[in-house]
């Protein structure tokens, strides 16, 4: 892998108070390129002593430094940050595509949508102004938005630098400081953003970069008391235990947690767009999406020409290294592949296409060939369980209310997509199904400006837009007897 890029030019000790705390002797963890299964960088491990200072340091800058920074010059420095991350951003999306597996334009996409995520919350630092409230003559009441404190930043190893953006620049708007803990398996744009936001001055202490296991270094700093608010984007197990981590010191959490979205489609959609919708839906990023649409719910009188058509797209998708930009990289790590072996083996599902361990030439790391099962029963693993890989499951829907049905039947609620000409159809399905965000004829519509996140096990909390800053301020009344 060197030959593809110099890891040695990354800074891989935690950036604690502006500083990168060199940890000689530390435990480290490897981060592995999960195309060739081999060693990229040994990571150190922030134990104890970083976590407490890593929140010691975010609570000093939060009504220090970053306190007298005004509005305006927050605004200006998140947009640099923005400008510093599309400067970099070839070597951030190498780095990114080696470091997740996910094909390089993927990458690309994926560092684009962290500068713009700056970028965008940029734009309102400086107008996040309260109310003022009528009381009649005797009064003077307003409410001012105050930020909610040292906040604390778990991310997932799918999307590593969006989910850090995503998180981090809303709060940073809205004025609080921030300590994030990447994912162990992808570990290393986030610790090249902490020269960024150097280079853009933000000051030190406002942001904190710590690794290291989510069972410790993550467990420690959620339960760390100092801590305001945690976002966390992940697993809805690793989530619940998060939840009571904060709850022992009564924080608010974000939980952005997993998902079994449906893709619907009736016999009246546009049929190339939702061929091409539902193979974006399920097969981005090797289907390591927590808004994947996993479940192609599609009504029974065009179910059998879409399904051969479908199944000839995937059968023809290439697999290989993310940096050399095929279809379908690899998936994240060898407990992941064996994860989507295992529940493929158990779903009891007729296959469509693939099925098995991918075997890209000269290429020992984790891949699955991209698979489509038939579902047989609306109770079985593959329809009911998050599977996170290349692996798209099909119910065929009588008519439109089974298909409703169907869609809804899950212990999940992020996302739901529809495929109809029918307004009205895609209105009631709107209604109908339990979900933070409901795409119609096009699957992944929207972006940084669109309101995310979950009901049901997929979570609680919105990211991105404008809703995105409401976990970051807290608003304060004032009320006055004159
Ligand atoms: P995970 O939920 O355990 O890991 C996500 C993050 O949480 C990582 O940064 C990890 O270090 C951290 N973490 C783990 N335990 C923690 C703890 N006790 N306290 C604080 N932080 C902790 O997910 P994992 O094991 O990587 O993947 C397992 C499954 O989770 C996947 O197969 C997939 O189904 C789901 N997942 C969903 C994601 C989403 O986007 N919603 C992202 C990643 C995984
Ligand atoms: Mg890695």
């Known amino acids: 892998m060197t030959q593809l890029f110099d890891f040695d030019s990354i800074n891989l000790s935690p950036f604690v108070d502006g500083k990168r705390i060199s940890l000689s002797g530390a435990d480290v963890i490897p981060t592995y390129d999960a195309a060739s299964g081999s060693v990229l960088c040994n990571v150190p491990v922030s134990d104890e002593n970083i976590v407490n200072d890593a929140v010691a340091s975010a609570k000093r800058a939060l009504k220090g430094p970053w306190a007298k920074v005004i509005p305006a010059e927050r605004s200006r420095m998140l947009m640099r940050v923005a400008q510093l991350i599309r400067k970099d951003a070839a070597r951030l999306a190498t780095i ?125 700093l959620c339960e760390h008391p100092d801590v305001a608010h945690v976002t966390f984007t ?28 449906p893709v619907v489609v009736l016999a009246d959609a546009n049929m190339d767009d939702a061929l091409n919708g539902t193979l974006k839906a399920a097969f981005m990023n090797a289907g390591q999406v927590c808004s994947a649409g996993s479940r192609l719910v599609i009504e029974k009188s065009c179910a059998d020409a879409f399904l051969d058509k479908l199944a000839a797209r995937v059968g023809a998708f290439t697999l290989g290294r993310g940096i050399d930009d095929p279809d379908i990289g690899p998936v994240i790590s060898e407990q992941q592949v064996r994860k989507v072996a295992s529940i493929v083996a158990e779903s009891g599902a007729q296959t469509l296409a693939g099925g098995k361990l991918g075997k890209p030439s000269g290429l020992n790391g984790w891949f699955y060939e991209p ?15 998050e599977i996170f890989g290349p692996v798209l499951t099909v119910q065929i829907a009588d008519d439109f209310d089974h298909a409703c049905a169907l869609a809804e039947d899950t212990p999940y609620g992020l996302v739901g997509g529809i495929y109809t000409r029918d307004v009205s159809k895609a209105l009631k399905f709107s209604r109908h199904l339990s979900a933070g965000q409901i795409f119609i004829n096009q699957y992944f519509a929207g972006g940084v400006e669109t309101p995310f996140g979950g009901t049901k096990n997929s979570g609680f909390g919105r990211e991105k837009g404008l809703e995105g800053l409401k976990a970051y301020y807290a608003v304060k009344t004032v009320t006055a007897r004159l």
């Not at 970028?119 to 009649?136: F, H, M, N, S, V």
Request: include cysteine; hydrophobic fraction near 45%.
């Open 234 to 261: 992940g697993s809805v197990a690793t989530g619940k235990t998060v939840m009571r981590a904060a709850a022992s010191h009564v924080a608010s959490v974000t939980m952005e947690l997993g998902g079994k979205s």
């Open 371 to 385: 698979t489509v099962l038939l579902a047989k029963d609306a109770r079985s693993v593959a329809v009911q369980e």
């Open 96 to 220: 990114e595509s080696l470091d997740s597996g996910k094909p390089l334009r993927e990458a690309k996409g994926d560092i684009e949508t962290s500068a713009r995520y700056f970028e965008y919350y940029a734009g309102i630092a400086d107008k996040l102004q309260g109310d003022t409230i009528p009381l009649g003559p005797d009064f003077v009441s307003f409410t001012m938005h105050e930020p909610i404190g040292v906040t604390a930043h778990i991310i997932p190893w799918n999307f590593p630098l969006v989910t850090t953006a995503r998180g981090l620049a809303p709060a940073l708007a809205a004025g609080c400081t921030a300590v994030v803990k990447p994912a162990e398996q992808t570990p290393l744009t986030a610790l090249v953003l902490a020269d960024i936001l150097t280079e853009a001055g933000v000051p030190p202490g406002v942001v904190n970069i710590i690794c290291g296991p989510g069972n410790k270094t993550g467990a420690l």
